[in-house]
């Protein structure tokens, strides 16, 4: 099944690549092409990470499928801040937050609780505990950021000395927290499957689909912007919903499936250390690489995002923080993402 998986995939690829650079070819079409072929690179990513973390427990398994997962993301969010898409690159960076705090773990929590014989999916508190923490406090810099973009006060016009300061601090928090989490015992699953590839092969096409992401990003960021025109998208639409499901969904459907396994730990493990380093890493570590980009990213986003970010912290701390879940939590959370994805839709 994986062997046809990749064989799928690199046909899409080489597609996006045919629809990026053939002349004729009509933008949206091109754009499907190459999100497909984002979606599919996601998975492999996933994949590949899987096997390689499959040797080292549930924490570092999780650690490392986050953090390769988002290599797409990275890659989107780059180009678009290259191609002056200020918006776009926000809403994607917020959207992957909120993708899978709301959307991706509300389906995880549902899966996970429907084949537990009293509808209650179990699982260790400490890391959704964290994840809300590192989530409140990106969320407490992205309100203060607003509120003083919002002001009239000296400290308005210094908003992008801000946002690097405030970005520094927050990687350093990260770190601080990841060294924690990974040398901190964490319970193991019991229905571990062995790995399918060895290290070698499994390195290899982490590399290879790693690269791969980078063009599929250029190729989709390209076509992004005459289809938000054609098809009468809004670019906060497009951000949030389209470009963070398209980088970020399908690579943590592994997360559903998971949780439908039993493999509670290793499902939460994978979903919420994404949620974690989106807010936490991969944005702060945006604002300062915008530094080199065409466009200058900060934590300045609109009122109603801040809100949004924070009252999802405050509800991912409510519905997991006790180490339990049931289905009906994992619908709330999905009906929260699609509510904010009509919001998107108007703005």
Known sequence: ME?????VVALLTVLAGVARYVSGVPSIVAFIIAGLA???GAWIVSFSTEQVGGRFGVAATGMMQSTLGNLPEFFVVLFALQ???LIVAQTAILGSILVNALLVLGLVLVAGARREPDGIMRFSPRLPNDTATLLLVASLIILLVGIVANSHGPAGHHIKTISIISAVALLIVYGFWVRQYLTTEHPQDDAGEAPRLSTRASLTLLIVSGAAAGFVSDWFVH???P???SVGISKEFAGLVIVAIAGNAVEHAVGVVLAAKGRSELAISVVKNSVGQVAAFLFPLMVLVSLLTATTLT???APVY???LFATAVIVWQITGD??????????LCAGFVILAVVAAFQ
């Not at 062997?3 to 064989?7: D, I, M, P, S, V």
């Not at 180490?323 to 709330?332: K, M, R």
């Open 227 to 229: 289809t938000i025109h």
């Open 38 to 40: 984002l979606a599919g």
């Open 323 to 332: 180490g339990e879940a049931t289905q009906f939590e994992g619908v709330a």
């Open 299 to 301: 934590f300045a986003l």
């Open 306 to 308: 801040v809100g949004a």
């Open 223 to 225: 076509a992004l912007e």
């Open 83 to 85: 191609a002056h898409q």
């Open 3 to 7: 062997r046809a998986g990749l064989g």
